[in-house]
C-alpha cells in the first residue's frame, strides 16, 4: 500500500493547476463599440427676394366727380362771403378740373358796361399754389383793328399766396372800360369776351374756379 506525504501532494496539485492553465485560451478583452454616426439636418438658406419699387400712381386728368366739385365749391363760397362785394352772385357754374402742375382750368365769360366782376379759384389738397388771371379774349387769330382793345383791358392777376386766389375783392371788382366815361369808352360801349384761368402753379390735383358778377 503506497503512501504519499503531504508536501509531494501540494507539489502535484501546482503542476496540474499550472498545466490547466497553459491549455486554455486566453480571454480577449471588451471591444469598444463603434458609435452611430449623428446626422445634423441644415436649415435651408433663407433666399430674399429683390426689392422692387412701386412706382407711384400717375396723377390724373379730367373733370372733377361731383364730391370733390361741391367740396370745393363750398370753399369757394365761403371766400366770396368774406373777401367779396356785397351783392355779389355767381355767374355760371363753378369748373373743376383735376390738371398737372402749370395746367389751367378757363373760365370764359363776357364783361359788360356797367357791371363789376370778381373771380375766385381753389385747389387742393396737393396743390399748394394757386394763380388766377383774367384777361381779354380776342381769340387765337385776332383781327389787326382788334388789337388796340388789349391795352384798354388791362391783365389782372392775384397777388395771393397758397391754394386760394382772388381777383376782385370788395370794391376793386373788374369793370369794362367803358365804366370809366370819355368818349374812347363810349365807342367802345360794347360787350368784350374775357377769360379768366386758374393756373396749378405748384402742384397737380383738382382746381377750382368760379366767376362772380353784380
Do not use: W
Not at 366739385?69 to 352772385?89: H, N, P
Not at 387765337?140 to 389782372?156: D, Q
Request: net charge neutral.
Amino acid at each position: 500500500m503506497f503512501r504519499f506525504k503531504a508536501a509531494s501532494l501540494t507539489v502535484i496539485g501546482l503542476a496540474l493547476a499550472a498545466a490547466a492553465s497553459c491549455g486554455s485560451k486566453a480571454e480577449t478583452p471588451p471591444q469598444p463599440v463603434a458609435s452611430a454616426a449623428v446626422y445634423t439636418a441644415t436649415a435651408p438658406a433663407t433666399v430674399v427676394a429683390p426689392a422692387t419699387t412701386t412706382p407711384p400712381p400717375a396723377a390724373t386728368t379730367g373733370p372733377c366727380d361731383g364730391a370733390m366739385t361741391l367740396a370745393l365749391r363750398t370753399a369757394i363760397q365761403s371766400l366770396a362771403t368774406k373777401d367779396l362785394a356785397a351783392g355779389m352772385k355767381p355767374l355760371g357754374d363753378t369748373i373743376c378740373q383735376h390738371v398737372l402742375e402749370g395746367g389751367t382750368v378757363p373760365a370764359p365769360f363776357t364783361i359788360v358796361p356797367g357791371k363789376c366782376y370778381a373771380v375766385i379759384a381753389y385747389a387742393y389738397p396737393n396743390v399748394t399754389e394757386t394763380d388766377v388771371v383774367v384777361n381779354l379774349d380776342l381769340g387765337p387769330n385776332p383781327p389787326p383793328m382788334m388789337a388796340p382793345l388789349a391795352g384798354m383791358f388791362p391783365r389782372a392777376q392775384d397777388a395771393d399766396q397758397g391754394p386760394s386766389a382772388v381777383i376782385g375783392r370788395k370794391d376793386q371788382c373788374i369793370k369794362h372800360p367803358a365804366n370809366a366815361g370819355g368818349l374812347a369808352a363810349a365807342a367802345l360801349n360794347v360787350p368784350f369776351a374775357v377769360r379768366a384761368d386758374a393756373i396749378a402753379k405748384i402742384g397737380s390735383g383738382p382746381v377750382a374756379i368760379q366767376v362772380y358778377s353784380k
